[in-house]
């Protein structure tokens, strides 16, 4: 299996040669794939940066999920009012929906915070942080909205 191309280069000539390659073919030199281990980086794996913003994500992700769990759990009619959560968890979110789901949103907003780090586009360069602190903040904002409702019912033992 071939390594994965990342990008090309032409084969090494001599220096006294080239004049005769050229002028014998007259045609550009074949290119030869670089593999994408001389690149310096792989496109899967995380730097430091992104990983400490996946986890300050994480831990934003799993209080707003420990405090929906607990208020869901003390509240019998209460229902998960977010309507992207709703869409995404349900009405009664469960350990195993909050998990994959937070999972994935936190895997994903990580990689696109390194690769828009890496981007040859400045612009782009400047606004990768704002993704993973938006949806830190939103998980932060929804976490405390849940420790401020009141439990009116008691729940079913």
């Known amino acids: 299996m071939a390594p994965p191309v990342a990008e090309t280069r032409a ?3 001599p220096p006294s040669e080239v004049p005769l390659v050229a002028a014998r073919f007259a045609v550009a ?3 030869i ?3 994408a281990k001389e690149m310096g980086w792989r496109r ?3 730097d430091r940066a992104a990983i400490s913003i996946g986890l300050v994500q994480g831990a934003s992700e799993l209080y707003d ?3 929906t ?3 869901l759990h003390h509240c019998s009619e209460c229902l998960e009012a977010d309507p992207v959560s709703h869409f995404l968890l349900g009405s009664r979110p469960t350990w195993a929906r909050m998990i994959t789901v937070g999972s994935i949103e936190g895997f994903a907003t ?3 915070h390194q690769y828009m780090r890496r981007s040859s586009h400045k612009m782009v360069r400047r606004c990768a942080p704002i993704t993973p602190l938006v949806l830190t903040g ?3 904002i929804e976490g405390s909205r849940n420790l401020s409702l009141k439990n009116n019912t008691p729940a079913p033992r």
Do not use: E
Request: aromatic share 20%; proline share 17%; net charge neutral.
């Open 11 to 13: 084969p090494d000539i």
């Open 65 to 67: 999920g420990v405090t």
């Open 110 to 112: 990580t990689y696109l």
């Open 69 to 71: 769990k607990y208020f």
């Open 44 to 46: 899967f794996s995380f």
């Open 29 to 31: 030199a074949p290119l």
């Open 138 to 140: 939103i998980h932060l």
């Open 33 to 35: 794939p670089v593999p």
